[in-house]
C-alpha cells in the first residue's frame, strides 16, 4: 500500500487551515500512516501566532489521521525552508504538498494515489474562488454543506454567478498517456498542487532556501526535477483543489527571486544549495 504524507503550508491563516483539515477528513482512508493507512499530514508553519496551534490542537482530537505541526520562527516569508522542514519530517514514500489556501475535494487523495508513478512528479490545478464565496464560506454560511464534497453539477450555479472562475476542471477524466504530453514543462506546476516521490525530492536536495520572500521557489523546484530526469505528468480533470480568495502577497522579493529563476536556467545546477539535507539525520 502506497502511504503518503500531505505537506500543508500554511501562515496566520487558522480558519482555513481548519477547512483543508477538515476537506481532508473526509478522504477515502482515514487512518496515520504508523497505523498502516494510507496518509498523514504534516503543517509545514512559516511562522504563525499561538492562534493556529491553538485551532490544530482544538481540531486534533477529531480528525482520522495523523498530524504533525512543523513550525518554525516567523522572519518573514521563508515556504521553502517550512517545506523542507516539513519533507524531513515526513513518514510516507510519496508526498502531496497543499497550500494553506487550497481545500481538496474528498477524491484528492484517491487521485493523487492513481496518477502516482515512478519517474514522474503530478501538477495538479485550481479553481479560483471569489471575495465574496471565500467570505461565506469561512462565515459557516456553506461550511454545514462542505462545498469539498460538492459534485460537479452543485458548482454550475456557483459558476455562473462568477463566484469560482473555471467549471470544467471540476470534471475528472481517468489517467492516460495524454497526462504526459508535456513532459519536459515547467510553467505552470506549483506546489499549491504537487504530488512528487519523496526520494526524487531528496535526490535533488529539496527546496532552494535562498529563495525568501514570495515567487518562484516552486517552479525553480520542477526545473531541478526535470533536470533529474523526472517527467512531469498532468493532474488536470483528476485532482483540482478550491483555492480561496485573499489579499495579493508581498511581492517585494518578488524581482530578486526571478532573477535567481532566470539565472537558474541558464545553469545545469540539479541540487539545491541550501537544502532539505540540513534536516535529515
Known sequence: MLKISVIVTTYNWPEALELI????????????????????????????????????????????????????????????????????????????????????????????????????????????????FTNQVLENALNQKEIWKWPTRQWLLPYLRRDINRLLPLLRLPDSVFRKHDKQKWQGAKTCNLGVWRSDLLKINGFDERFQGWGHEDAELVVRLLRSGIGRKMGSFAVPVLHLWHPEQNRFQETANRQRLEQMLKSTVTWAQQGVDRYES
Open 21 to 132: 483539515l477538515r476537506a481532508l477528513a473526509a478522504q477515502a482512508h482515514l487512518t496515520s500512516v504508523d497505523k498502516g493507512a494510507d496518509f498523514e499530514v504534516i503543517i509545514a508553519d512559516d511562522g504563525s501566532t499561538a492562534d493556529t496551534a491553538e485551532r490544530v490542537k482544538q481540531l486534533q482530537p477529531n480528525l482520522p489521521y495523523y498530524v504533525q505541526h512543523v513550525w518554525q520562527e516567523d522572519k518573514g516569508f521563508r515556504a521553502a525552508r517550512a517545506r523542507n522542514r516539513a519533507i524531513a519530517a515526513a513518514k510516507a514514500e510519496y508526498l502531496i504538498f497543499l497550500d494553506g489556501d487550497c481545500v481538496p475535494q474528498t477524491d484528492f487523495i484517491k487521485r493523487h494515489h492513481q496518477l502516482a508513478e515512478a519517474g514522474v512528479f503530478v501538477a495538479g490545478n485550481r479553481i479560483l474562488l471569489s471575495q465574496a
